[in-house]
């Protein structure tokens, strides 16, 4: 049995935005990887996208800002009462409060041009990592884009590395390439990677046509 952790994010959602301004930490980078989430899961005029674990909604802003329409999920009431005190009543977004959104999405198979995910799949547990990305795969409609952006490590060597080296990091379910890579291939899909600082990764790939 997994060691569960928890995380209050309800009592994080008032000062959730002006901590990430702030660039530091596990944020270094933190607009750039938003920006390249949304860029590698080629957000366009017209596109559907799914923001999971949305929180604040500042990757599903890019998303809009590129014309696309966003359904946000979060487990957390709070944060999403943020995010939609920041867009008003923009009818091209749809936040709902979903208990475990990578595990259970409530939409039917092949509905989004675009799955993307910044900083909250290290909430998702070893052991529900495969079930996780074969349900985002599943709402992927054919040749759509699956895109994470997070704290992320190549495999569990770096990840002990990086645990000893950094004080400012705390063991949370990172994702280790090698393993998406094969989750991923299982699926048909290929994986690709680009780091961003030495805990912080952009990885895609492209559900088969
Ligand atoms: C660090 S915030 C990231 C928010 C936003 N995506 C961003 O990039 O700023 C993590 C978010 O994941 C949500 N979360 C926590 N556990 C989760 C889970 N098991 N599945 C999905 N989202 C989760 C939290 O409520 C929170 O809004």
Same mark, same amino acid.
């Given at each position: ?58 990757? #599903? ?100 590395? #990086? ?29 690709? #990677? ?16």
């Amino acid at each position: 049995m997994e060691n569960q952790k928890t995380w209050d994010f309800d009592g994080w959602a008032a000062n959730y935005d002006t901590v990430v301004a702030r660039g530091s930490g596990v944020h270094m980078c933190y607009e750039e990887v938003l920006e390249h989430v949304a860029e590698v899961a080629r957000i366009r005029p017209g596109k559907l996208v799914l923001d999971i674990g949305t929180g604040t909604g500042n990757l #599903a802003i890019k998303c809009l800002l590129r014309g696309a329409r966003v359904v946000g999920l979060d487990p957390s009431p709070k944060m999403l009462a943020v995010a939609r005190e920041k867009l008003g009543d923009d009818p091209r977004v749809e936040f709902l409060v979903v208990a475990d959104p990578f595990l259970h999405i409530p939409f039917p198979d092949g509905r989004f041009d675009a799955v993307v995910s910044t900083y909250s799949f290290h909430h998702v547990t070893p052991l529900e990592k495969p079930r996780a990305v074969r349900e985002m795969v599943r709402v992927l409609k054919r040749g759509g884009v699956w895109a994470l952006g997070d704290l992320v490590f190549w495999d569990e060597q770096a990840e002990r590395e #990086a645990l000893r080296r950094l004080d400012w990091l705390e063991e949370e379910y990172f994702s280790k390439i090698v393993e998406l890579r094969r989750m991923f291939a299982e699926l048909g899909m290929e994986l690709e #990677a680009k780091q961003f600082t030495p805990v912080t990764w952009v990885l895609w790939a492209v559900k088969p046509a």
